[in-house]
């Protein structure tokens, strides 16, 4: 079926530059390598093949809490509201919420413009009552928001624990920049990985199967094929450890030998055992997000979690200013 037009925010966020931040970071002392350049096209076929591994729980607990709780989660939420999905993607976490929420209008918000134009549309299709927007975006520099919603309650929804690859301090300003843009009466629905038995972070990110370690290492192939890098991918290994000290699970590709690299005319020399640092996926206990939260304008109204208490979903206000 074919459902209404998807009405087109572009609000043209630049585009990374791949070359120019890779010769940065490999540059520092510790070299590292930000996360957001996992995700090209194998990049994000690969992620997916992680969602499905048996040891990376968060997919599965986080969409089961969901669907268990859809009900549940939209007795706290105003009928006609917007829903706001930060970094929306295939759209397949906000489609189990949507038959609950019956929200009026939806905003996917994503930085790649091809695919959030695809996934909006098969949106659109599927759930034809519904008010589909795509915002083309770049929302961890800025948060832009259409006019269009008016005064309806804003539900922003931010699932996949993806604020874990955050430093606090810049999770604190993402969820403030959230807050501000959501307004008062808006609410933040949010999926936030917890802290729990160091043996099953680190299976998480060792699934078993390599297809993590083939997800790291997928930036070297990048680095080669998009930079034309002269690098060796069989001479660095995957490596993913519980840092307890900062409360987050790191990754790293590690060299093999003493080797050199060279990308455009730079060259960039590893000892043995030296490191780029590709990621960090910080956990939380409940304790510690609520007061995140509260120093980002908002207090927790509800979290949901499973059983084991792997992974929770937490629903935040943005609190009232304060009259003067
Ligand atoms: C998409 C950032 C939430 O940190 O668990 C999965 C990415 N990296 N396995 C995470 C990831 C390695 C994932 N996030």
Redesign the pocket.
């Known amino acids: 079926m074919t459902g209404a037009a998807v009405s087109f925010h572009d609000f043209a966020p630049e585009q990374d530059d791949f070359l120019e931040e890779v010769v940065a970071g490999l540059s520092q002392q510790p070299k590292k390598i930000s996360?957001k350049f996992f995700y090209d096209k194998r990049g994000s076929e690969l992620?997916d093949a992680?969602c499905a591994q048996p040891e990376?729980y968060?997919t599965q607990t986080e969409m089961n809490i969901l669907h268990n709780n859809a009900n549940d989660i939209a007795q706290h939420i105003e009928p006609d509201c917007v829903v706001v999905d930060l970094g929306s993607g295939s759209s397949e976490k906000a489609r189990l919420l949507l038959d609950a929420l019956r929200p009026s209008g939806y905003m996917g918000v994503d930085i790649s413009r091809e695919f959030l134009l695809a996934a909006t549309q098969r949106l659109a299709d599927d759930f034809p009552w519904l008010d589909v927007h795509a915002v083309c975006t770049d929302f961890s520099q800025q948060l832009e928001l259409p006019a269009q919603s008016g005064d309806k309650q804003k539900l922003a929804f931010f699932p996949?624990?993806?604020i874990?690859?955050f430093e606090p301090g810049a999770a604190l300003d993402l969820l403030r920049r959230i807050a501000e843009a959501i307004g008062e009466g808006g609410k933040l629905l949010i999926g936030v990985d917890l802290k729990k038995d160091e043996e099953l972070l680190v299976a998480a990110?060792n699934d078993d199967a390599g297809v993590?370690e083939e997800?790291n290492l997928n930036l070297l192939q990048r680095m080669q094929e998009e930079l034309q890098a002269d690098v060796d991918v069989d001479a660095f290994s995957h490596r993913a450890f519980y840092n307890n000290k900062h409360g987050r699970v790191e990754?790293h590709l590690v060299s093999d030998c003493e080797q050199t690299i060279e990308i455009d005319g730079d060259e960039f020399s590893f000892l043995e055992n030296e490191s780029i640092h590709t990621?960090n996926?910080h956990k939380y206990h409940i304790e510690e997000f609520a007061e995140l939260a509260q120093q980002a304008n908002f207090e927790v109204e509800k979290v949901w979690t499973d059983a084991e208490q792997l992974f929770s979903v937490q629903l935040l206000n943005v609190k009232a200013a304060i009259a003067k």
């Open positions: 996360p992620f992680i990376y968060p996949g624990s993806s874990g690859n990110y993590t997800f990754m990621e996926s």
